[in-house]
């Protein structure tokens, strides 16, 4: 394995602050799988929170359906209500 890059070179990788050559070196390296390394980047990544971000989709979409059901009983109330105040046939206007 090539020898570790140092720590300051890390670091500006890791806010990606690294020309291309330095970015290059220091990928080519974690690409060999050298963990040491690799934790510290790790570091310097955002946390991703999928568990979360779909919780909240989930969250959204079981509101909507909700919605839906209760505009859906609306609208039936609504067209019953219509049926039976319309004027019945023969009427004249
Ligand atoms: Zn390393």
Request: overall charge positive; glycine content about 10%; proline content about 3%.
């Amino acid at each position: 394995m090539d020898r570790h890059p140092n720590r300051k070179l890390l670091s500006r990788f890791g806010f990606g602050r690294l020309h291309r050559r330095g970015n290059q070196e220091v990928v080519r390296h974690l690409l060999v799988g050298c963990e040491e390394c690799q934790q510290v980047t790790s570091r310097y990544l955002p946390v991703l929170e999928y568990g979360a971000a779909f919780d909240r989709a989930q969250g959204e979409v079981e509101r909507r359906q909700i919605e839906l059901i209760a505009e859906r009983a609306e609208a039936g109330e609504l067209l019953g209500s219509c049926w039976h105040s319309r004027p019945s046939v023969g009427t004249s206007w």
